[in-house]
Antibody, heavy 121, light 111 residues
Framework: QVQLVQSGAEVKKPGASVKVSCRAS????????THWVRQAPGQGLEWMGM????????TYAGKFQGRVTMTRDTSTATYYMELSYLRSEDTAFYYC??????????????WGQGTLVTVSS | NFVLTQPHSVSESPGKTVTISCTRS????????VQWYQQRPGAVPTNIIY?????PSGVPDRFSGSINSSSNSASLTISGLRTEDEGYYFC??????????FGGGTKLTVL
């Protein structure tokens, strides 16, 4: 079955970087876009960006441009999201999600379990 | 980019029907597909409606989606409410700059 398994919770100091992983299984890893979405405690969903199936093109939300990098490792079927220059407002659950379609409007049909990143001095 | 506005909360009794709206601030709602996600307390979001009105396998037909061009909005209707339907519901569409735009979310209480 399709699974996206993310890395464990992280605690970081302001100004540091965090790298969250998302290992895919149960489907052809290279056939789908993968998105990253975050959710601050008690807040809504916020789209961060996506990586294409080839892993050679990522699109980022303007808010995160210059601070986020999304990559993938084909050999391990793992996607990565690295966020730098962390501040307290970045404390949130970070989710990876598979995009079912290549249509203009993504359909996020499978989600990882989420990774809590806490930024605190 | 446009904004998708949802009511902060709705509540209704078990067995009743509730409708959650998602209004697009500019542009034509009907020009892009709308998805809906359910997030139960402490859980991961799951897709319950895609392409305006389609249900993924396993989603009961108590859940339905529609587009209202006159109000430039999408709606999620849940009939035969159950306590397990409690949680947050998010609409999602796509914009020219951002492939994914989420509504702010609506908290559903079944009391």
């Amino acid at each position: 079955q399709v699974q996206l398994v993310q890395s464990g919770a992280e605690v970081k100091k302001p100004g540091a970087s965090v790298k969250v992983s998302c290992r895919a299984s149960g489907y052809s890893f290279a056939d789908y876009n993968t998105h990253w979405v975050r959710q601050a405690p008690g807040q809504g969903l916020e789209w961060m960006g996506m990586t294409n199936p080839g892993g050679d093109r990522s699109t980022y939300a303007g808010k995160f441009q210059g601070r986020v990098t999304m990559t993938r490792d084909t050999s391990t079927a793992t996607y990565y999201m690295e966020l730098s220059y962390l501040r307290s407002e970045d404390t949130a659950f970070y989710y990876c999600a598979r995009d079912l379609t290549f249509d203009p409007s993504p359909i996020l049909d499978y989600w990882g379990q989420g990774t809590l990143v806490t930024v605190s001095s | 980019n446009f904004v998708l506005t949802q009511p902060h909360s709705v509540s209704e009794s078990p067995g009743k029907t509730v409708t959650i709206s998602c209004t697009r601030s500019s542009g034509n709602m009907a020009s892009s597909a709308v998805q809906w996600y359910q997030q139960r307390p402490g859980a991961v979001p799951t897709n319950i409606i895609y392409e305006d009105k389609e249900r993924p396998s396993g989603v009961p037909d108590r859940f339905s989606g529609s587009i209202n061009s006159s109000s430039n909005s999408a709606s999620l209707t849940i009939s035969g409410l159950r306590t397990e339907d409690e949680g947050y519901y998010f609409c999602q569409s796509d914009g020219s700059d951002h492939p994914v735009i989420f509504g702010g979310g609506t908290k559903l209480t079944v009391l």
